[in-house]
């Protein structure tokens, strides 16, 4: 038998179980580049570090250890008996997503140095895919730094990428994420027209690889249709939603939550927001990027102070969690802003104009 058969069947089970077992598919790819190794199969150990980092990043959100797991693959990558692999480029794109992840702002010129480094056109479909990831991640600098105009240029590009490409995951995460920026620009008939766009390339695809996508697409076309008075149509995706929601396995993207809590406090309904803010908490209890951590924390002090609530826990959690960041003051300047505590949005200003006057941009 080839030693590399076992290595893929081990290698396409764990791929597969990463939509409805993270944690298992973790473990079988690990016990894969265990098997890679004693084959001496050098370019096998570094395709299941890659995979091993895909799982730990986006389906379980442990972006430290994901770091972990790409510099040691990176240290390993660079030993002779691994010349000539091509996982390398991957494995460097997945690593800029990880620091995008973890803290976009504090990275933000490491990233966009390594994406300069790492993007080169190309016409091998079997580069495509890293292709479009790669303009992705500048989707998500701009969106961290809440400039939506930059951010809407980015995504429009990551989109001509992925038509050139046509990939169709890809297609649809690019119109989902135009359609997050053209709600924050307050272009809602925009973000219908992209996430029934994306629903078209959803259909096409394999249920078990779109759910978390599906899932987003109604949650916005819930919100945007609600927003423009179509309340019966609205009422019909909300029940869609959270039917959907229902089959999921693992926990959705925090733009589900974006989507259907801006719906229900449009509506008033502030104690199912707050339920579904903290479903989100309740996800994020093992995740390990301040980043997403402290936004989540923001999102439920905006809520909380809107209702009238105590947030005093959530803040403690925000400062905790900003305290990790490279750059803590963009965040606090946030912080600042959805509090509006006089004081506290003067010492912002006060820690952007010091940064700014540094020439950090």
Not at 59 to 71: A, H, N, Q
Not at 158 to 176: F, K, N, P
Not at 302 to 318: I, S
Not at 343 to 359: E, K, S
Request: glycine residues 4%; hydrophobic residues 40%; charged residues 20%.
């Amino acid at each position: 038998m080839n030693p590399k058969q076992p290595a893929y069947q081990l290698l396409n089970q764990a791929i597969e179980l990463r939509f409805t077992d993270p944690p298992q598919a973790v473990a079988l790819l690990e016990q894969g580049r265990v098997f890679a190794q004693t084959a001496r199969l050098p370019c096998l150990v570094l395709l299941y570090d890659h995979w091993r980092a895909n799982v730990l990043l986006f389906y379980m959100g442990r972006t430290l250890e994901t770091i972990e797991v790409l510099v040691g693959a990176l240290v390993t990558a660079a030993k002779p008996e691994y010349e000539g692999c091509q996982e390398q480029p991957r494995l460097y794109q997945l690593l800029a997503y990880a620091y995008v992840d973890y803290d976009p702002i504090g990275y933000e010129s490491e990233i966009r140095e390594a994406l300069t480094l790492l993007d080169t056109p190309t016409s091998a479909p079997e580069l495509f895919h890293h292709w479009c990831m790669i303009q992705e991640i500048r989707v998500e600098i701009e969106w961290a730094r809440r400039d939506f105009i930059r951010a809407k240029a980015e995504a429009e590009s990551y989109l001509a990428r992925c038509e050139t490409a046509q990939i169709g995951i890809r297609l649809a995460d690019a119109r989902l994420f135009l359609a997050r920026i053209c709600w924050e620009l307050q272009d809602v008939a925009a973000v219908l027209h992209h996430t029934q766009i994306a629903s078209q390339h959803i259909d096409q695809l394999a249920p078990n690889i779109t759910i978390g996508l599906r899932l987003q697409a109604l949650a916005w076309q819930t919100v945007a249709y609600d927003t423009l008075r179509n309340s019966a149509t609205a009422r019909q995706f909300e029940a869609a939603t959270q039917a959907h929601f229902n089959t999921m396995k693992i926990g959705p993207s925090y733009t589900y939550y974006d989507a259907m809590c801006a719906y229900y406090e449009s509506n008033g309904r502030y104690q199912e927001a707050l339920a579904l803010r903290d479903r989100n908490l309740l996800g994020q209890r093992n995740a390990t990027s301040p980043y997403h951590l402290t936004e989540c924390h923001l999102k439920r002090i905006r809520l909380l102070k809107k209702m009238g609530r105590p947030y005093h826990e959530d803040q403690q959690q925000f400062e905790k969690w900003a305290a990790k960041l490279k750059k803590p003051e963009y965040a606090y300047a946030r912080l600042a802003e959805a509090v509006q505590d006089q004081h506290l949005l003067a010492t912002g200003a006060r820690i952007l104009r010091r940064w700014f006057g540094q020439g950090k941009t």
